[in-house]
Structure formats: structure tokens, C-alpha cells
């Protein structure tokens, strides 16, 4: 295993202390159980944005705390959900009184923990409504699954339900945009390489050298199939195809296009899959009006990438273009 | 005979230092059709609650079962925390607080624990869980108190079942958690969090076989 | 060789068009010769800033283009050099009149052909200035080399001549403080992994499982020494101790600490060397008052970091701070 | 004899067949002491200039030389763009206007662009660089044509020299360009651009004494 590390039980501690140093004027670090906060939390009768999740998918959700997006991120063990006490801490220190919206990615670990931490909020009489995104395609929606993963569309749900609450929108209100973000959102992976778990030290799977993962999940789940490498023009019709199907996103509609490294996939590579996929799109007669390139939701060192679409309207093309201020996301 | 705290507590601690020693088998049970922690996580519950016993021995079966609870809710995460720590939870309260458990009283905070999980994960039977492993060890340990079986029968009727039904996992096809993503390519394999149940269950009949 | 391309020749210009289409409100993409303008550009009575080497660095340059840093940046091939002809169009485009600081970074390559830009340019009456960025402590600057390379001074020096160039210095004033920053910054960087260049095809070294390389250049040139793999807390250390060796940065001194990933290092890895490397600095009482942590100058999918500390004074500093708003670096 | 445009760009065109046919032999050779790219840089260089020959065939050797120059500098980038198309820029500017050359002006044009590189590249005799190659073949012109050379006899005398001179960058330890980055490690390896410049030389040699 190579990574720059100490014990890889303390990866995660380690992590976020440097964070602690690198960004003392954005954010506040709590260590046991572990949180981030925005430094000037809690924000008084704004609703709190607060998601979480097993860490290895940075910047997500720890990068993204900050004016505009989460008022705290909860980090887990590396791909491995937190536990109710650590969310349950976060909620308290960061809701100002006008309740918190719980971003939840579907995992049966993620959905479990921050149900049990929800429940534990409403105790104290903190109001919580809980959003679970699950927008990974790759996995057939069925009764025979855990249900769809969530990935990318995760990143623009933050982004958007966060400046909803910026904007003043009551919880209830947050909730709906959160819900609205959820249904029209859609994405696919692939992986070229695996990741390797610092506790375990061994790569999450093997894959041969002319070999790709379509369909990928950010904890290297595998896919759909996995396949013989082929061009980008390809790689990008794989992942887009299964999209369009799933959510008709249709001639005229207006999406944004989020085209993401899974980690070890550099920028060169990234604008030139994005650039295939704007022409793709654009011969299908879908209108890409806002994009987001970049490794955002990542699967540690993995080389890889993904696609999230998302239909806009008025509102949410407003609050997508509402000023943001984190660690990954600031405009 | 029945089992006290002071064996209860036994029982957990070879619990941990089972956990220790299948770390890596776990890992890499995981590793195949999950995300690879599952081993990691139980290890690092486990070291908790140990940690946890060394501050202070509860009095009664009930408060060690749920200082298990407790510990496991807010130290391992993953499916797995939720849903072990559900389990002992409805141990607990089904343990009370009785001084000392009998068979009988075993198998119904067993049962409790089982239906936890079922409540709380929503698997079936043959969805490659620990269900699987979980429901064949409550049967098996209320058919052994239903003759009357002591604890230590009553556990290891309990085991027996346990390691049965977590060997059936393996031509299952997963439709609940992480592993449930692979589809077809699940089959073949032995669910991870099955086998903690049976390696817990053989742990704690160990300590109560000894007694 | 593991690549989300089509052909390994078109990988430079299939991601400057990718690149267009992300960020059409942001910059302006020409091709052939190849270069990147700020949309806006010229802005007149502004002195220009344009810079630019090999491709494979990316966001380096191309991502720091935009208001507050770069007018232009001119990529050429994978680590090749672009040619005078490209930065010459770049700088005939960009120029507002008041005269362009070409940012060279010291490789024979990038001097000689912006060199042969500038007499170019300057035989069009376009003042030109040159500040030739040499900040790789690993390379011994000696009459026995090519003298040190330009590395991850060359963000921070780009950043904080773009934003002299905004508050309106002359030619003469940036080119001066470019100097400064280049006097005041050292760098050194490592690798766990070798890149791959898409046109050759095969990783630039070979590197066992259990090796890293001390002292690598961004091309995947060989550093001081190969070792062992070690713990963070003594990678930290390799990297950090040469770099105050060779330029005195004292006790009491206030710096700007720039921990980079070369690509392939993920978040979680660079934010726990960047802790371990202030806790490192505080203990010989050097003040870090400025950080940047992230994958800013890189080499291609290369998995490694590198360090870079510059030496504040109130001007740098307030330069640092002021606005930038570019793809990769907006505050 | 002497050559006209129409065999120097021959020996132009045959120059970007053999730089074609070694591009990976050259990738290779900047691979281990350099970046990689030498042969892709080269190669990429030559069929630009082979692009604009199609265009249009220049009248005079000069002209044809000045059209590789200014080619190879758009086009090549790096360090040996700028090198090699000094070179030959230089060498255009001492053939001027003539009709054609004779081997006293072969090697005059030959000595300027060595110079030429010289002065940009300030590398001196066994720094390891392209100059090791080009240096002992204009000498070795030179003398040919003072002893009444053609062009064919001059320039394969040249091209002898080059790989010899080639060759013996193969123990130094480089102090100019991406190797010296190296230090004592670039020992062992052949420059790459020396290589180029011997691999070119016998090509134009070639086509020379074919005519
Ligand atoms: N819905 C569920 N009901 C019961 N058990 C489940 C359920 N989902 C997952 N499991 C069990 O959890 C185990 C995986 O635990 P672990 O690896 O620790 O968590 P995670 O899947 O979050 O990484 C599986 O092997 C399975 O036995
Ligand atoms: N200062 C110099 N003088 C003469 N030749 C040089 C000098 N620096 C480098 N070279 C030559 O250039 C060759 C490398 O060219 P190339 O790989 O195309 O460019 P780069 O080094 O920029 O990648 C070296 O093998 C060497 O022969
Ligand atoms: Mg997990
Ligand atoms: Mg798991
Ligand atoms: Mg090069
Ligand atoms: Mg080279």
C-alpha cells in the first residue's frame, strides 16, 4: 500500500486535523466523536444543512462546509457510515433554531445512523427532516437490491439546499427543494483502477490492465459489467446512455452537467471526457446551461470518473448560481 | 445453572478477542462482495467495549448487553453498527434486570435481538445477511430451552445453527446491503456480517461451556 | 496505459475544448497554435500576465487563467514546451498596452522558446518582462545542472503577480515583485507512483511497491534519492528540512505553506502531510499565516505531494489575500 | 557536384522518414534520463515540415533550410525545438541565396548552425547534449570539403562523426537539459538529441550519395 500516512487507524483523525490547520478562518474541528462545523455556527434561525458519510470521498462531505452549502459534515471511518452520536453532536451544535435538513446518501449504513441520530435530535427537540439521495443508475432500482447508491448528485444537492437555506427558506421549504434536487438528478461511474482501504491495504479489487469497472460505486462496488478499455467517445456514451434512459431527460430540457473524478483522474483527462459529453448532450438537443467539472465525490486514490445530470428550473438554476464559500466550492 | 453478569461479561470479552483474531478473515469476506471494513469495524467496536468494561463492570447481564449496545451504536458505524447494537439493545431490555439469565431467559433475549435487526434492516430470510445466520440461532436456542436446556446447551445449540446458516449464505444472491449491488456476482460467496454472528455465538457458548 | 482518451496526439487540444465548453463565461480557448485567454482580455492599461510549459500540470496554467491571476496561459504538449509562435499569438491577444510579464518556469525548454516569444513580441513594440521561476530545492544549483526547476512556486508567484497586475502596478513594479516571490520561495516534492505520458505510453519509472522517490520533478525527473517508503510524519520531514536548509527561514519568519498533490494523492493523504507539516514548522517557530492544500501543480495521474514555503512580508501577504476568480483558484 | 533545393529536400524528407521510424527508439532514450517525449517532439516536428513541403517546394537550398527552421520552431516546442530549429536557421542564412551548395558550403552552413546552437543553448563538448554529436561531425566536415569534398563525401564524413560522437555521450554525465537533473544517474544512457542529430546526419548523408 502507498499512500503518505501514519497508522491507518488514524488516517481519518490525522486528516482532519491538518484540515483544522489548513482552515482555521472557514472551519471549526471536533474530535471524539469527529465533525466539522462552519467556524460561525450556529447561524441563528437559518435551517442547518448537515450531511456525513465514511470518508474517503473528500472533498465531500468535510470540503463542502461553509457559507452558502453545510453547516456540518460528519465524517465516518474510511467508507464506513458515523455513528448516530457523532451526527446527534453535530445537529446540536449547529442548528439555530430553525431546524435541521439531514443529507443522507443511500447506504444501508448511512440510512441506519442518521436514522438513529435523527431520532435522538427530535428527542432534544430539534426538528430534523432527512433527504436520501440515490441517484446511481447502475444499480437497477429493485426490491431485490439495497436501492439506488447515492453519488454525484449528492455534491449539487449540498450545494443547492444549502443556499436554499441561505436564503431563508424554512425547513419544511428546504426539505421540498432537497426532495425536487433528488428527483432530477441521475448519474453513473467508472472506475480504470481500485482503491485501497488504509486498513486494509490491499486494493478494494483487481482489475487487468486492459480492463475498466462501468457502473463503479464510490466505495468500489463494482458495476454493471466490466469491460475491455475503449476511447473516451465510448467510455462517455456508456455512462450518459443509461442516464438519458433512466430520467427522461429530454430534448430542450435544461440540465447541468457534472462531470467528476473519481480521485486519480487528472483534469487533462476530465475536460476532455466533459468536452465528449457537451457534444453528446448537445446532439441529443439537451440544453447544458451550468457545469461543475472536477474531483468532488471521490473514491480515495481510484482512477475513474462519473456523470450526474440535473434537470433545472428557475429556482434551482438561481440557488446552483448563489454564492458558495468552502474549502472545494467557492464562487 | 444460570448466567451472570460476571459471565456475560466473560462472553463478550472472548467476543473481542474473536473479532481481533477473524479481523482480517472478515476484511476480506467484505472485500469480496462489500466495501471491505466489515472486519475492521467489528474489531474496532469490540476494542471498544472492552475498553468500556475496563472502567466499570456492570451489575446485571441486562446492563453489560447494553453497554455492548451503546458501544457498538457509537463506535462502529457501517450496516453492521446499527444493527449488532439494535440487537443487544433489545437484548437488554428483554434481559432486564435480572441478576441472572436461564436458558429460557436467553433465548428471549435472543429472540428480541434477532427481531431487532429485522425490524431495523428489513432483510428476509435468504437475502444473504446475518439474518441468515441469526434466525436458524434463535430457533435452534429456543428449541434447546423449550427441553430446558442451561445456558451453556441453550448457546451452543445457538452456534451450531449459526454456523449452518451462515455456510448457506454462500450460493445466495445478496438484495439487502452493500453486497446486494453485485447482483449475480454475490453468489459464491459467504456473507461477512453472517459470519460475525456465528463466531460471536461460538465465542460466548465457549465461555458459558467452560463455566 | 489506463487513459479516459481517444487519440494520445489530440489529448492536449480534446481537453482544451472540454475546457471551453466548462467554462464559456470564464475563458476563451484558441486553437493553433493553442492558448487560453480571460474572456475579457485585453484589459486595457493592465499590465498582462501570461504563462504556460508543457501540458500534464494541469490546473496549472490553463486553471489559473481569469481575473485577479493569469491573462493567458499557453499549454504545449505533455511536457513539452510550447513554441514561440503560440505564446507570441497569446501575448499579442492579451496585452492592454501597458506591457506583458511572461512567467517562465526554469526548464531549457520553456526558456529558450519564450525567450524566442519575447524578442517576437518585443519586435511588435509590446514591452515584455520575463520572471524565471527556479524554486526546486532537490536539484543542487550548481554550473552542473540546468539549474532548478520551476515548481510550486510558480502558483503562488502567478497569483500574487496577477493580483499586482489587477491593483494596477506597472511592468516594472510586477516584474520586481515577481522577482521577490521567486527570491523568497523554495519547494521540494516526492512520488509514490510514476505518470504515464499519453504518447509514450508506459509509466516514466519504474518504481517498486515498497520505493518512493525524494526530491521528483513534476516531469517525473528523478529526485535526490530513491527509499524506502516511509510514515508521513518522516516524508514530512525529508521534504521540509531541505527546503529551510537552503533558504533561512527563521524563527519568527511568516510564511505561506503550499502543500500540493501531484495528482494522484487524494485529499485525506494532503490534508494530514499538511498538519503534520505545521506542527512540524511551529515547532522551529516559523509562522505559517497563509495556506493552500490541494492539486495544484501536478504530473498528470502521478501519486506524490510537494511543499512549497514562502516567505510573507505585509505586501506579499496582502497580494495573496486580495480576489481571484479563476477555474481552479477563486477566492 | 554540388545540391540544390530539390536534393536537400530530399534529404529533408528523408530526414522525417527516419525520425518516423526511430520516434520510439528516441521516446525510449528520453524516457530513461530525460521526460520522455524527444522522439514525439522530433517526430512530430519533421512531418509538420514534410506538411509544408507539400505546400509549396522552396526554389533555393536556403529557402528549403529557413522553411525547416521556422517549421520546426512552431512545432517541436521543448528544448530541442528551439535548438534544432536555430540550427538550421542559421545554416539558411549562410547558404543565402545560392543555387545550390558545394561541400565548402555544406560545411559552412553546417559550422554557423552549430554555432547557432552553441549560443543558445551555452552547453559545452561533453555536457552531454546534442552538442557532442554536432561538434565532431563539423569538424569532420570541414576537414572533408577543405580536402576538396562533395557534398555527399562531406556530409557522410560528418554523419560518421556524429554517431561516434553520439556514442560517446553515452559515459558522461549529463550538466545541460532534463538529465543533468539526474547527476551522476544520467551516466550510462545515450542523449537523446545527440542520437537525433547522428540519425539525421546519416539520413542527408544517404540521399546524397544516392544522387
Ligand atoms: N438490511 C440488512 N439487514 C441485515 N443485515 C444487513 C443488512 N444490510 C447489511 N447487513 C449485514 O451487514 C454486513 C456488512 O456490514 P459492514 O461491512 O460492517 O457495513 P457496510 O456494509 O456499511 O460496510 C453484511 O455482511 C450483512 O450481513
Ligand atoms: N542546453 C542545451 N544545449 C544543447 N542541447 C541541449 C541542451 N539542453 C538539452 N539539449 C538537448 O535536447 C535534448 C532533449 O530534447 P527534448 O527531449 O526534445 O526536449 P526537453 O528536454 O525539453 O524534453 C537532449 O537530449 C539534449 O541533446
Ligand atoms: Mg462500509
Ligand atoms: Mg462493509
Ligand atoms: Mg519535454
Ligand atoms: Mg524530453
Known amino acids: 500500500m502507498k499512500k503518505i500516512i501514519n497508522a491507518p487507524a488514524d488516517v481519518v483523525t490525522d486528516a482532519l486535523r491538518g484540515m483544522a490547520a489548513a482552515h482555521p478562518d472557514r472551519l471549526r474541528v471536533h474530535l471524539e466523536p469527529d465533525f466539522v462545523t462552519r467556524v460561525d455556527a450556529p447561524v441563528s434561525d437559518k435551517v442547518a444543512v448537515v450531511s456525513g458519510g465514511g470518508s474517503g470521498h473528500e472533498p465531500l462531505h468535510v470540503g463542502f462546509v461553509g457559507s452558502g452549502m453545510l453547516d456540518a459534515a460528519v465524517p465516518g471511518a474510511v467508507f464506513t457510515s458515523p455513528t448516530p452520536d457523532a451526527v446527534q453532536a453535530a445537529v446540536r451544535e449547529v442548528d439555530g433554531g430553525a431546524g435541521t435538513l439531514l443529507v443522507v446518501k443511500n447506504y444501508t449504513g448511512d440510512v441506519l445512523n442518521f436514522e438513529t441520530a435523527a431520532e435522538l435530535a427530535e428527542a432534544e427537540d430539534i426538528g430534523v427532516r432527512t433527504v436520501v439521495v440515490q441517484d446511481d443508475v447502475a444499480v437497477r432500482d429493485s426490491t431485490n437490491t439495497a436501492g439506488r447508491r447515492g453519488v454525484g448528485g449528492t455534491v449539487l444537492l449540498e450545494k443547492i439546499v444549502g443556499a436554499a437555506a441561505a436564503r431563508g427558506h424554512d425547513l419544511a421549504s428546504c426539505h421540498e427543494i432537497a426532495e425536487r434536487v433528488s428527483a432530477g438528478v441521475r448519474s453513473m461511474g467508472m472506475a480504470l483502477t481500485a482503491p485501497t482501504v488504509p486498513h486494509v491495504g490491499e486494493p478494494s479489487f483487481e482489475l487487468a490492465d486492459y480492463e475498466m469497472e462501468i457502473g463503479v460505486g464510490i466505495h468500489a462496488e463494482p458495476g454493471r459489467e466490466r469491460v475491455e478499455l475503449e476511447s473516451a467517445d465510448r467510455i462517455v456514451r456508456r455512462l450518459l446512455e443509461p442516464i438519458l434512459e433512466d430520467l427522461p431527460f429530454r430534448e430542450g430540457d435544461e440540465v447541468l452537467l457534472f462531470t467528476n473524478s473519481m480521485g486519480g483522474t487528472p483534469p487533462t483527462e476530465l475536460y476532455l471526457a466533459h468536452g465528449v459529453a457537451e457534444r453528446f448532450l448537445a446532439e441529443r438537443g439537451v440544453r447544458v446551461t451550468r457545469r461543475l467539472v472536477g474531483p468532488y465525490i471521490t473514491s480515495l486514490e481510484m482512477q475513474g470518473m462519473s456523470f450526474t445530470l440535473l434537470k433545472l428550473d428557475d429556482e434551482l438554476r438561481q440557488l446552483w448560481d448563489a454564492p458558495v464559500s468552502t474549502p472545494a466550492l467557492t464562487w | ?211
Do not use: W
Open chain 2, 1 to 211: 445453572m444460570s448466567c451472570t453478569a460476571r459471565e456475560v461479561i466473560a462472553a463478550v470479552r472472548r467476543g473481542a478477542e474473536v473479532m481481533s483474531a477473524h479481523r482480517d478473515e472478515l476484511v476480506e469476506l467484505d472485500r469480496a462482495i462489500g466495501d471491505g471494513d466489515h472486519g475492521e469495524n467489528m474489531d474496532r467496536g469490540f476494542r471498544a467495549v472492552v475498553a468500556q468494561l475496563e472502567l466499570a463492570e456492570p451489575p446485571t447481564p441486562g446492563a453489560v448487553l447494553k453497554l455492548v449496545a451503546t458501544t457498538l451504536i457509537s463506535s462502529v458505524g457501517g450496516a453492521s453498527g446499527p444493527l449488532f447494537g439494535t440487537a443487544f439493545l433489545r437484548a437488554a431490555s428483554t434481559a432486564g434486570d435480572a441478576e441472572s439469565l436461564d436458558g429460557t431467559a436467553l433465548a428471549a433475549s435472543l429472540r428480541a435481538g434477532v427481531d431487532g435487526v429485522v425490524a431495523r434492516g428489513k432483510a428476509e430470510p435468504e437475502d444473504k445477511t446475518m439474518i441468515d445466520a441469526l434466525l436458524p440461532a434463535v430457533r435452534a436456542a429456543e428449541e434447546s430451552a423449550g427441553r430446558g436446556g442451561e445456558p451453556a446447551a441453550t448457546l451452543s445449540a445457538a452456534a451450531e445453527a449459526a454456523e449452518v446458516g451462515a455456510r448457506s449464505t454462500v450460493p445466495l444472491v445478496a438484495r439487502k446491503g452493500r453486497a446486494s449491488y453485485l447482483g449475480d456476482r454475490s453468489a459464491g460467496h459467504l456473507d461477512p456480517g453472517a459470519r460475525s454472528v456465528a463466531l460471536l455465538l461460538a465465542a460466548f457458548a465457549d465461555v458459558e461451556g467452560a463455566e
